[in-house]
């Protein structure tokens, strides 16, 4: 058996009303994080300057983050059958690896800290949201 055959035996044994279930959860704690906890903080740390959001920059953009979530739950619907600890792991190296691209992004260890608390943080809790309903 190749290991695209084992890939895929793994994909078909994915719940998927549970993993459209964490998607939605995922997708909205995404949309409470960025815009009603840290939408304030996200724009100043970020230097993001707020224009006109038109209705087609809207709906590419969170098409987009849809797109990336669901390969996102995906990584931890597949990974969470073959061991809990590799998706706890590779959870883990996700949020290290999103910690290390902000590190030199920042002069100001107050920014670089909330910058870390609110990148990391959405990527650590979506990644606990998909493992822990794979795990249904």
Do not use: H, P
Request: aromatic share 18%; proline share 0%; with cysteine.
């Amino acid at each position: 058996m190749s290991s695209c055959d084992i890939l895929f035996q793994y994909i078909a044994e994915i719940n998927w009303l549970w993993y459209a279930v964490a998607s939605v959860v995922s997708f909205a704690i995404g949309g409470i994080w960025y815009s009603l906890l840290f939408a304030k903080a996200w724009l100043r740390v970020f230097r993001i300057k707020m224009g006109t959001v038109t209705a087609v920059t809207f709906i590419r953009t969170m098409s987009l983050q849809l797109a990336a979530t669901l390969l996102y739950g995906l990584v931890f619907f597949v990974l969470t059958k073959i061991s809990v600890c590799l998706a706890i792991l590779t959870l883990v190296g996700f949020c290290s690896w999103e910690k290390g691209n902000l590190n030199f992004d920042f002069s100001n260890m107050k920014d670089f800290f909330m910058a870390v608390v609110i990148r990391v943080g959405y990527t650590f809790v979506a990644g606990i949201v998909f493992i822990l309903f794979a795990l249904i």
